[in-house]
């Protein structure tokens, strides 16, 4: 299939947009068309991107389905665009996690009801989302990730909850901060390097890019002040809290499950590989801020009296494990990191339907109003105890591998960074799962067990209802496959990650295996 | 040569993991509501458990193990992990233990659980236990191991749990998952220092690595430590040991399973595997025998002044679990294990003996019960010969395995290590203190006078399916131990031995140890046949003693007051008030003061100096008027046009001073 190869990755990206205009061509009454609209255009671009995934060369370092255009001449900007074993899961993620929130849809939208505006939003999203993902050219992935901030910031202000219009602004401003100095880092990159180029493969490539030492720690600094704000590292994640918990819930799963990740994406194709030894220099610090991520997340869980922005403060601390595996520069941590950006999308995104189907129910998102929902909806229960347990780590469940990898790589960093550092990280990392465990468990006790308040023992409410399943069982179904199977990931993204700390100083510097 | 059975013990565990998968899929549209799937495949788990036991065996002590494994995950060059299994006669009888008791279990708990509103949930989640406990005794690496270790502390949280109206319950369950996941982090940190020293999970390459002298000493003695706190975590011992008597909470029979039987002893069998990496470090043994010593003690103690039956076999499972550790601090690796055999047996049979006369009675505590000999025979009779074989009276399972660890301790301290004699006493104390505390117990609950409500209790002899497990239980309480008699014939050395075949011996030893537990029953009856509960010590002297253990010398107290509550209070909302107030507060003041920036630029400067030269020419610039609005328009194209600005601006600054 030829068409796959060069056009594969462009159609699942585009596809979306497409349907997003076809959806703004049909009339605002006709609800129906325009939810099926949005169904068969995800659920096409799905398709695409399955079809990418099963050609796939696994085991190949490399780029694979490329596709070169000259596109702004006058700034040598090219449509160029390619997926290595670093981005499939996440174009893949994007796409289910999309599709799934359309399903969502037919049994929920949120206030104030309005379709059209709505999934043509959804689906601008999407492409933006993917687009990220694809993206070998600055200026094309900076034109997708601000594309991205548009329909979200609407999602939030428009059909959000109490403080949509704080929480939407905030999240708007506060990435644009981040990009500005991103965007300053892709002009100083395009002006130092000889010929001038926007292409992240070529950035890449030894010789291209002249930098003096503070010039290049400069430029690293901008980008990963930008992505860190994405992803959110601490300190920058106060954005984070206020726009999940009121978000409505398909753009808190969509944030949760792809959003964040554009920002540890971001560090992994363009800041690292084509600043290595800049990244080698900021690593301990994004261990640090990481570890320390981990452990205040968990604490900020423990103080949340709100189901959902618990769940939001819970993303803290699971970005951090990813961030941790990140800054170790190791093949582990890497593939850790990717493993985890992926767990962390399915489980935390269930999560968040979750909280939004109980919110759909009782009005509340307050843990003290819920208890003995097990006595009520015992499925839904069930679901919420599997997704919590699952993300706080239990081996065989998917959360668990990133974090354990992660750790494990902290264990053993990249030989030029400091031990110390990185095992005093490890530990408290460590300390961290178990706050995680507690805060999850507690949070259980009180929502799921005791008995049930005499408010709701005589309303009837619905435990899962067939539509909100069909949205769920592919991720819940993933949970256990990616905890079982974890070769799932891991083998595509292992070959591209042993490529990029190929890169870092030390040339092929595996690990030696022997304890220093 | 290795045929047939050995090659499959793969499938044992996945027995139980079909079960699960059933039970939860459709057990409740079972006649026996999904029970019998549980039964089932335990039963085919035995069977192949008991082949595959005899297989072992039969190899000789020169059997060093068979090992099959397939790659599970790559994840990093020369990083990988094996999903594999490996049985040596440690595991065949561990297989053994967790089988049959698992099986005796689902047996038992189809008349104990009998009309339970969750009574199918409850079988499947027995499935995952028995599923995750095996998959930890067969794991060949460590990790694989680490995956069976955290799949029963859910299953156990779960089952602990099972009760959850009650808050009491669920409580329990999450002290019991929180306290040896704080052991496991230690455990997981132990296993990353062997995994890098040794570059591999695999449980058998890092032993030879030990070995072979591969890894520096200092790597060992870590690696032991960390992997120790596991230990501690999960098996209970001082000073993690304190979520096990709440585990109690849960029901009965799950209390013989996994808080008695089998998965506590996962800490001891852990130390057991990695026997290599602890042999090798002096201070690592030394922590193990005096954290198992004071741990034997100070549960014993606690163990004399419970009124609720179920939590004086829970002090007496730490107190032997503690027996066991310490066995392996002083080298004692064969009675170790044997003792994790026999205690399986009698143990599992106390526990489920408990549930008999809890059924009957309806009450945990003694001081309601007494009397109950003449009421439930077969109870009665089956729970005094467990109590006796606890008890260490010959020739009842657990005097056999007793008595080799305290010769065990006895040589250890002999052969120049001064721990050994810590060891020797505490065993020695503990022993009298057990027959004191089993007398008691067996005093108040079958003898005496009923102190049960007559009119509304009428106790009667459990059903059928609840007394063949005991009865089963009873006979290995009894025999049990007759495949470790010393001497030349000692049977189980040759099962399971770390190194040399060793055949300690010592009768004055023996008599010693017999003449200790003598005396610990007489003393204990003659004290509590009257069916007093407790010695009246409050008003004397010893009233602090007394207090002290009423108190669980406050190591609840000092947890909850002095780590849990102010971290879930005073530290969770400090740092949420540092979130909110000053973190958040520099992103909201950014905006702020960039808002007034503007302000002033509109008020002092534009209006004012520009818009002002601007009029003094002429008034019709003023339409340049309504730039306030620009910070709070909520317009996208006018943030963007900003931040393009911004970045244009900048960027001219920068190719200005670069060129």
Same mark, same amino acid.
């Given at each position: @299939? ?8 462009? $159609? ?79 174009? !893949? ?10 399903? &969502? ?5 949120? +206030? ?22 694809? =993206? ?6 900076? !034109? ?6 548009? /329909? ?13 219009? &704080? ?5 708007? $401003? ?5 990009? @500005? ?6 002009? =100083? ?75 540890? &994406? ?6 690292? /590989?084509?600043? /290595? ?72 995104? @269930? ?8 919110? +759909? ?92 308040? +005499? ?34 990931? @891991? ?5 591209? !990650? ?19 | ?164 109206? *009650? ?37 058998? *390459? ?193 005097? %056999? ?10 040589? %250890? ?81 040759? %099962? ?20 200790? #537990? ?23 002297? %010893? ?76 008034? #019709? ?39």
């Amino acid at each position: @299939m030829n068409w796959v190869d060069e056009w594969g990755i462009t $159609l699942a990206v585009f596809l979306p947009v497409a349907g997003a205009l076809a959806i703004l061509l049909t009339p605002k009454a006709m609800e129906g068309v325009i939810k099926a609209l949005a169904l068969v255009f995800t659920g096409a671009a799905l398709v695409v991107g399955l079809i990418v995934a099963k050609a796939f060369q696994i085991g190949e370092a490399g780029m694979q389905f490329q596709m070169n255009r000259s596109w702004i001449p006058a700034i040598n900007a090219d449509y160029h665009v390619g997926i290595d074993g670093i981005s499939l899961p996440l174009v !893949v993620l994007s796409l289910l996690v999309t599709f799934l929130c359309v399903i &969502y849809c037919y049994w929920h939208l949120p +206030e104030p009801v309005n379709a059209k505006a709505f999934l043509s939003l959804t689906l601008l999203l999407e492409t933006g989302m993917t687009g990220s993902f694809i =993206a070998l050219d600055l200026v094309l992935f900076f !034109v997708f990730w601000e594309l991205v901030l548009v /329909p979200m910031y609407f999602m939030i202000g428009v059909w959000g909850t109490e403080r949509r219009q &704080y929480a939407s602004i905030k999240f708007f $401003l506060y990435t644009l901060f981040g990009s @500005m100095f991103m965007l300053l880092g892709f002009l =100083a990159l395009y002006f130092q390097s000889e010929p001038n180029t926007f292409d992240m493969l070529e950035l890449q490539q030894a010789g291209v890019l002249n930098l003096p030492v503070g010039l290049a720690h400069l430029i690293f600094g901008g980008l990963a002040l930008g992505f860190a704000i994405k992803v959110p590292l601490w300190p920058f994640h106060t954005w984070l809290p206020d726009a999940h918990t009121e978000a409505p819930t398909v753009g808190s799963v969509l944030l949760a499950a792809v959003l964040l990740k554009m920002g540890t &994406y971001g560090f992994l194709r363009i800041a690292i /590989p084509i600043l /290595p030894d800049a990244a080698m220099t900021f690593a301990p610090v994004i261990g640090i801020l990481s570890a320390i991520a981990i452990v205040y997340g968990a604490l900020n869980c423990l103080a949340q009296t709100d189901l959902k922005r618990m769940i939001a403060f819970s993303s803290v601390g699971h970005m951090g494990f990813v961030m941790l595996g990140i800054a170790t520069m190791t093949p582990e941590g890497f593939n850790a990191a990717i493993f985890g950006m992926v767990a962390h999308g399915v489980i935390t995104g @269930m999560l968040f339907f979750l909280s939004g189907s109980i919110k +759909e129910r009782f009005h509340t998102r307050q843990i003290a109003d819920l208890g003995g929902l097990s006595l009520k909806m015992p499925r839904m229960a069930g679901l919420l105890a599997f997704a919590s347990i699952a993300s706080l780590g239990l081996p065989g469940l998917a959360g668990f591998w990133g974090e354990v990898i992660a750790l494990l790589s902290a264990y053993q960093p990249h030989p030029d960074l400091s031990l110390p550092i990185f095992r005093t990280a490890m530990v408290v990392g460590g300390i961290g799962t178990v706050l995680t465990a507690g805060y999850f468990l507690w949070m259980l006790q009180r929502v799921n067990l005791g008995t049930l308040s +005499e408010k709701w023992r005589k309303k009837s409410l619905p435990d899962v209802q067939p539509l909100e399943y069909l949205a769920w069982v592919p991720l819940l179904a993933l949970v256990v496959v990616l905890g079982l199977y974890p070769r799932l990931i @891991m083998d595509a993204t292992d070959s591209s !990650v042993t490529a990029l700390v190929e890169m870092l100083p030390g040339g092929d510097a595996s690990i030696a295996t022997t304890d220093r | 040569m290795v045929s047939n059975a050995i090659a499959y013990a793969w499938l044992i565990p996945v027995f139980p993991l079909i079960s699960f998968g059933v039970i939860l899929a459709m057990g409740k549209k079972l006649p026996g509501k999904g029970a019998e799937v549980g039964i089932l495949a335990l039963a085919a788990s035995l069977a192949l458990s008991l082949a595959v036991f005899f297989q072992t065996i039969g190899q000789g002590g020169d059997f060093h193990g068979y090992e099959r494994a397939v790659s599970w995950l790559t994840f990093g060059p020369g990083s990988e992990l094996e999903l594999g299994f490996r049985v040596d006669g440690l595991a065949a009888v561990m297989l053994v233990i967790v089988s049959l008791v698992a099986l005796m279990v689902h047996i038992y708990s189809t008349g104990y659980m009998a009309g339970d509103r969750r009574y199918t949930f409850y079988f499947a989640m027995l499935s995952a236990f028995t599923f995750s406990m095996l998959n930890l005794v067969l794991a060949n690496n460590l990790l694989q191991m680490l995956v069976g270790w955290e799949g029963v502390g859910v299953c156990s949280y779960l089952l602990i749990g099972h009760w959850w109206e *009650e808050k009491a319950n669920s409580n329990a369950a999450i002290k019991a998952f929180i306290t040896t996941r704080i052991g496991d982090v230690g455990f997981i940190f132990g296993i990353f220092v062997l995994f890098w020293a040794a570059g591999t999970f695999n449980i058998a *390459e890092i032993s030879e690595a030990v070995d072979l002298g591969e890894i520096a000493p200092g790597v060992i003695t870590a690696a032991a430590v960390l992997l120790f706190l596991g230990a501690i975590g999960k098996s209970a011992q001082f000073p993690l040991h304190v979520w096990l008597p709440d585990a109690m909470a849960g029901p009965t029979p799950v209390s013989a399973l996994i808080h008695a039987a089998t998965m506590v002893v996962a800490g001891v069998y852990l130390v057991a595997r990695m026997y290599t990496v602890f042999f090798d470090s002096a201070l690592a043994l030394n922590e193990v025998a005096v954290i198992g010593s004071i741990t034997m003690l100070i549960a014993a103690f606690l163990a004399l002044i419970q009124d609720d039956l179920k939590k004086v076999l829970a002090y007496s499972t730490v107190s032997q679990l503690g027996y066991m550790i310490a066995g392996l601090g002083v080298g004692a690796y064969t009675a170790s294990v044997f003792h994790i055999w026999t205690h399986a047996w009698f143990k599992a049979l106390l526990f489920l003996g408990a549930g008999s006369v809890i059924h009957a009675v309806h009450t945990n505590n003694m001081s309601s019960m007494g009397g109950l000999r003449s009421k439930m025979p077969i109870t009665s009779a089956t729970f005094i010969i467990g109590g006796l074989a606890l008890a260490g009276f010959p020739p009842f399972a657990g005097f %056999w395995s007793k008595d080799e660890l305290v010769v065990g301790a006895y040589e %250890w301290a002999t052969h120049g290590h001064p721990v050994g004699w810590f060891v020797f006493a505490s065993m020695l104390i503990t022993a009298f203190l057990t027959a004191c505390y089993v007398a008691r117990m067996l005093a108040l609950t079958f003898f005496g006078k009923p102190k049960y409500d007559a009119e509304h209790v009428h106790p009667h002899e459990s059903p059928r399916s609840m007394t063949t497990p005991l009865l089963v239980l009873c006979v290995l309480a009894i025999a049990g131990g007759w495949v470790g008699i010393p001497g030349e014939a000692n049977l189980f050395g040759q %099962w399971v031995h770390f190194g040399d075949l060793h055949h300690g011996f010592s009768v004055p030893i023996m008599l010693g140890s017999i003449a200790l #537990a003598v005396a610990g029953f007489g003393v204990g009856w003659a004290i509590f046949r009257h069916g007093k509960t407790s010695v009246d010590l409050k008003g004397s002297a %010893w009233g602090w003693v007394y207090r002290l253990l009423e108190n669980k010398y406050y190591l609840d107290e000092i947890y909850m007051r002095g780590i849990v509550r102010p971290i879930r209070e005073q530290v969770a909302r400090a740092t949420y008030w540092t979130n909110q107030r000053l973190i958040d507060q520099v992103v909201n003041l950014a905006a702020f003061v960039t808002v007034k920036v503007g302000f002033a630029t509109y008020h002092g400067i534009d209006q004012p100096l520009i818009d002002g030269a601007v009029n003094g020419v002429g008034r #019709a610039a003023g339409v340049l008027g309504g730039k306030l609005k620009f910070w709070q328009s909520g317009y996208m194209q006018r943030y963007a046009a900003v931040l393009f600005l911004s970045v244009t601006l900048l960027a001219g600054v920068y190719l200005f001073i670069k060129f």
